[in-house]
């Protein structure tokens, strides 16, 4: 399946429509996973080793951690790629990446549950080009909610 494929499967799943909030997105990722979803950050995060975001797929919810950024868009946006990872699936995959950021950020973590963790360590695989085609469209979707309900015409005729 090509990425355009991927993309708009994964977002017919979710049945949002055309535009949402990410309110409406984080409740369908609810839905779909049937877990909480926690987003939190944590300024170390990419101050060593670059990492911006990663999700850690736990027995009842996701976590999703992520850098600081000034950006509320930026902050998004790092938030909507793991969100992508979640929603495409890849926290069932099998397939992990690099574990030593997760380690180092939470050592009293057990092993197992640390290697279940998605560390954006690689950008030029199939699933994070993926992840990241997921969250552009994600946030357009977002972005046309903002201007949904008060269009041009029908603020100036």
Known sequence: MNIDQTVATAVAD????EHFTFDAL????????QHAIRVAEI????EKDGLCALVIFLDDADLI???HTDSALH?????LHEFAHIILGHCETGRYFDAAPVDMLFPDLPAGLRLRALA?????????IDAESL??????GIRGSAFADTSY?????
């Open 75 to 79: 902050t998004q946006q790092f938030v």
């Open 65 to 67: 951690v992520h850098a």
């Open 153 to 157: 015409t029908e603020i100036f005729g």
């Open 26 to 33: 984080t409740a369908a990722v609810r839905r779909q996973r």
């Open 14 to 17: 979710l049945d949002l429509g």
């Open 120 to 128: 954006r360590s690689s950008v030029d695989n199939e699933e994070e």
């Open 43 to 46: 300024p170390e995060l990419g």
């Open 135 to 140: 969250a552009d469209y994600l946030a357009a």
